[in-house]
């Protein structure tokens, strides 16, 4: 919806959100030290950061969705938000990229070294006979670690959250598909089927660390196997959780009819971010359950 | 600074009055000024804390710290400095030039920007939190591991270090989402016309910045997340008896570290390649070349990392591989400083202020170059590893490589920012009084640490006696100096002889940007409309 030309700049008027924002993450940061450390007030403080949290992103949407449906919005805002977000999502795969890299680094130097490779065969000193095979359930000195009975294979629940998570990228496309067609009934249809797989997703997932936990004892505590396995599926997770909740306001607003086939930003910028969060899924599939 | 007086002319975009002004701002120049006051009082704050370790260091012995609190004090002056006072000022120069460098009516991102703001100060009070909270009960023990934040020293201390996580969380989100909106505003904002070689050098130097902060902060975000986890969730990512590596910590810190010494330096090669031209009344020597060769160092940087760790065993191929990067990296650097050489050369030149700086810049930074070389190369860097050489060295990179580029730029720009020419004489003689007292601070450094004198420490051996109280006197008039920087600055804010649009004689020559065009100081948005570019 290009109502102002593109001769004319935008520029948004003076707005409360930021100072607001910066309040609200310092407040659950500092709750969240505070509960770290066992202070009683620390869980309260978090809850009011993540109430806050809340009403800020409510708030400044709000805004925003305001604004473009009332028209004020160019097409250089359009590609202002677009671009933004492709450098946001860049910034997320760099995050995504450093645990991977660790992963590699552990699995291919320091755990053969740690096994007696390489010219400073460390283990020699530090852990003579231990041997090192990936993944390694027995742990150089267990005295501060409860070692894990076994390690996650590829099949069963992983495989099937392959599945859901690849089909629910292919539900965004039909959506988006729909969208570019103006037909509103596909596009809620596409957008409801994919956020259910996401649900879906999420919970064979709690399943999972729940038999990882009860019945495998692989846990964070289980050494490096647990913590890079918690690290890398963890985080994947929490953005799958954070995409499912960004879906779930963008149906909301596909139902209300906010959005054509020429203005959709919103929904490009959530689809992005849920094929971004399936691509590392394929990623970790790989690296952290089949290799 | 007033700019209430001059939006008269522009119908729709009055300045809001009041704090709300300030607090609430959607405008590049409010917020960047906001920036460049931050870094002002951040300066004073890692000043501070400064002087009171040169105080310590005055004699041998134990004076007026002890050793825990030593360490706390250096820790934070080297956060301060570093995400307090050199990054706050660069993107608050960024905010004020950058749109009106490209013809923009401000940044892309108006809301984001002050989000990126106004996270700083929030994090400045999370990291001074982290820095007394020892001092409490059940605060545990101070953050005693140097800004490095190493396992696993940094496991064991006291909760203070979950502060210090938390407030590089803060300043990570804060530069990415800075970082976000300046490449948005140069890829989106500028002015029909005005392509990526017509691009004012300091643009160009703060798109490669905040490239490289995209791909660095996270890393930093990812590594300290992991520590909070080995502090408090029982992983063993940096312990080796679960089959972890304290190695790992080391390199997911300097694979931000290296770069980000970069996001220091290259904003001030910018304002450099501004300044330089303008003082030569020749435009920039060789600008292209110039352009392709920050490149190169953006490129480089990324993977040089380990230059850090020669001794902590890594093996000969890898420790050879990241020597040979490293020195590499002398020829973009080298190539810039002759550009600015060349740039000068035969030009019609005189010395104000700014360009003091920028002459000094370059033969100081040479200097912190060559020491470089001398710690990029392995063997000899296994003896000068952790001694005061570099300390001395570090220093000579990053006063003269980012806060006297950052000087440079403040005088430079400061007519035009606030309307208003800073007294000549007052400016030379701070530039005079701070590079001879950063001189006699430093210099001697690198003979006591050549000598063997460790880094990171609260006492030495008296036979270092003589190089520590010259160093002490250096760093207290150093200080001293500052104050005349603040007078300068706050006399020129209050006024002044009236700045012309173009002042320096209209010198600004080769790719000076729209910001000239504007009167001074400019009115509250820049352009409401695209300015033609010739
Ligand atoms: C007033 C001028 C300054 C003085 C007198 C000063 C003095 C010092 C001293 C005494 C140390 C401790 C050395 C040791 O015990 O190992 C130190 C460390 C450091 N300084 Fe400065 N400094 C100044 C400015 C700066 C600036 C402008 C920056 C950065 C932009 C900076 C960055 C650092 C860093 C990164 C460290 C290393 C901290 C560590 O070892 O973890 N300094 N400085
Ligand atoms: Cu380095």
């Known amino acids: 919806m290009t109502t102002t030309s593109n001769d004319d700049y935008y520029i948004p008027e003076p707005s409360r959100w930021p100072l607001i924002g910066a309040a609200t993450v310092f407040t659950l940061l500092f709750g969240v030290v505070l509960w770290l450390n066992s202070w009683v007030a620390g869980p309260w403080i978090m809850l009011a950061g993540a109430a806050s949290l809340a009403f800020l992103f409510k708030g400044w949407f709000g805004d925003v969705i305001k604004e473009n449906l009332s028209g004020s919005y160019n097409g250089q805002v359009d590609s202002s938000f677009r671009q933004g977000m492709f450098w946001f999502i860049t910034s997320e795969v760099f995050f995504f990229l450093t645990f991977f890299g660790c992963l590699y680094y552990l699995r291919n130097i320091t755990l053969p070294y740690l096994g007696g490779e390489g010219y400073l065969a460390t283990s020699n000193i530090l852990w003579e006979g231990w041997t090192y095979t990936w993944p390694p359930l027995q742990l150089p000195d267990a005295t501060n670690y409860v070692e894990a009975k076994e390690a996650m294979g590829p099949g069963g629940i992983p495989l099937w959250n392959t599945i859901i998570l690849l089909s629910s990228g292919g539900t965004l496309t039909w959506a988006h598909w729909a969208l ?32 990882a936990y009860a019945e495998m004892d692989l846990t964070l505590e289980s050494g490096i196997y647990g913590s890079t396995f918690y690290l890398l599926t963890g985080f994947h997770g929490f953005h799958v959780t954070v995409g499912a909740i960004m879906l779930m306001v963008i149906l909301g607003r596909a139902m209300k009819n906010h959005f054509s086939s020429h203005n959709h930003f919103a929904f490009e910028a959530v689809a992005w971010y849920w094929h971004f969060v399936d691509v590392v899924w394929i990623g970790l599939y790989i690296l952290v359950y089949w290799l | 600074m007033s700019t209430e007086a001059i939006h008269a002319d522009h119908d729709h975009h009055h ?28 300066l004073f704050l890692g000043g501070a804390s400064a002087m009171m370790l040169r105080a310590e260091l005055f004699t041998p012995g134990l004076q007026i710290l002890d050793p825990d609190t030593y360490n706390n004090l250096l820790t934070n002056h080297a956060l301060i400095m570093v995400f307090g006072v050199v990054m706050p000022a660069a993107a608050g120069m960024a905010n004020w030039m950058i749109p009106m460098m490209i013809g923009a009516p401000d940044m892309a991102l108006p809301r984001l920007n002050n989000l990126s703001f106004w996270i700083l100060p929030f994090a400045a009070i999370m990291l001074i939190i982290s820095m007394i909270a020892p001092y409490f009960p059940g605060g545990g023990t101070p953050i005693n591991t140097g800004w490095t934040l190493y396992p696993p020293l940094s496991v064991q201390v006291g909760m203070g270090m979950d502060f210090a996580i938390f407030t590089v969380h803060l300043l990570g989100i804060s530069s990415i989402l800075a970082a976000i909106n300046i490449i948005t505003t140069i890829v989106n904002m500028r002015a029909p016309g005005m392509t990526y070689f017509k691009l004012p050098l300091f643009v160009w130097s703060w798109l490669l910045t905040a490239l490289l902060l995209i791909m660095i902060m996270p890393v930093l975000a990812g590594g300290v997340t992991m520590l909070l986890f080995d502090r408090h969730f029982g992983t063993a990512f940096f312990d080796a008896a679960g089959g972890g590596d304290p190695v790992l910590f080391q390199h997911l810190f300097w694979f931000f570290g290296h770069p980000e010494v970069y996001v220091l330096l290259l904003p001030s090669i910018g304002i450099l390649g501004m300044v330089v031209p303008t003082f030569s009344r020749k435009p920039l020597f060789a600008y292209k070349p110039l352009v392709y060769s920050m490149m190169m160092l953006t490129a480089l940087g990324m993977v040089v990392w380990a230059h850090h760790q020669y001794t902590v065993g890594m093996s000969e191929a890898v420790t050879t591989y990241f020597m040979i990067g490293t020195i590499l990296i002398s020829i973009p650097v080298g190539y810039m400083l002759f550009s600015f050489i060349f740039t000068m050369w035969r030009g019609a030149m005189t010395f104000e202020t700014p360009m003091l700086f920028a002459v000094a810049i370059v033969l100081m930074f040479s200097f912190a170059g060559v020491t470089g070389v001398m710690l990029a190369v392995v063997p000899a860097d296994l003896q000068y590893h952790d001694t005061y050489f570099v300390v001395a060295h570090f220093h000579y990179a990053l006063i003269p490589g980012s806060l006297f580029g950052i000087y440079a730029g403040v005088f430079y720009w400061l007519p ?47 036979i270092f006696a003589e190089f520590n109280m010259i160093s002490s006197i250096g760093a207290f008039s150093f200080g001293a100096s500052h104050l005349l920087f603040l007078y300068i600055i706050i006399k020129t804010v209050k006024g002044g002889e009236k700045a012309s649009d173009k002042p320096w004689e209209g010198a600004q020559v080769g790719t000076p940007g729209l910001e000239w065009t504007l009167p001074s100081p400019p009115p509250f948005h820049s352009f409401t409309t695209p300015p033609a570019i010739k």
Do not use: C
């Open chain 1, 180 to 211: 570019k067609k103006d037909d509103n009934k596909q596009l809620v249809l596409g957008l409801a089927t994919t956020i259910l797989l996401g649900v879906i997703f999420f919970i064979l997932q709690a399943v999972e660390y729940g038999h």
């Open chain 2, 15 to 42: 300045a809001p009055s009041g704090i709300g002004r300030w607090l609430f701002s959607t405008n590049h120049k409010d917020i960047g000024t906001m920036y460049l006051i931050f870094s002002l009082v951040m």
């Open chain 2, 416 to 462: 035009k920012w606030t309307g208003h020419m800073y007294n000549e004489t007052h400016g030379k003689i701070f530039f005079w009084w701070t590079t001879i007292s950063f001189n006699l601070t430093f210099f001697v450094q690198h003979f006591s640490g050549l000598a063997g004198m460790p880094r990171r420490i609260v006492d030495y051996s008296p």
